[in-house]
Nanobody, 119 residues
Framework: QVQLVESGGGLVQPGGSLRLSCAAS????????MAWYRQAPGKQRELVAA???????NYADSVKGRFTISRDAAKNTVYLQMISLKPEDTAVYYC?????????????WGQGTQVTVSS
């Protein structure tokens, strides 16, 4: 089992910055990829950013150039640095850790942290 604890959410004004953290514990061996998702009220959860164990990243078009995903393997932590925040970034953000092979995948989720962008 894997436990993920998120932190760093809060209320910020448009144009502001925020950094989310997701610290993992437990059986976190052989994790292949980590990601951040978000879910706004009345909308489906969407992928925001992802990073593989090899360091490759990808981002949703809506956040490219503003968000950066990174990880610190020694601390078992993944981060999401967010700058130039917009009201449409308001959502609950969830971190995800995935272990997969050719025939299975295990997903682990954080509890979610609220990000509100408003003046």
């Amino acid at each position: 089992q894997v436990q993920l604890v998120e932190s760093g959410g809060g209320l910020v004004q448009p144009g502001g910055s925020l950094r989310l953290s997701c610290a993992a514990s437990g059986s976190i061996f052989s994790i292949n990829a980590m990601a951040w998702y978000r879910q706004a009220p009345g909308k489906q959860r969407e992928l925001v950013a992802a990073i593989t164990s090899g360091g490759s990243t990808n981002y949703a078009d809506s956040v490219k150039g503003r968000f950066t995903i990174s990880r610190d393997a020694a601390k078992n932590t993944v981060y999401l640095q967010m700058i130039s925040l917009k009201p449409e970034d308001t959502a609950v953000y969830y971190c995800n850790w995935r272990r997969y092979s050719s025939d299975y995948a295990d997903d682990y989720w954080g509890q979610g942290t609220q990000v509100t962008v408003s003046s």
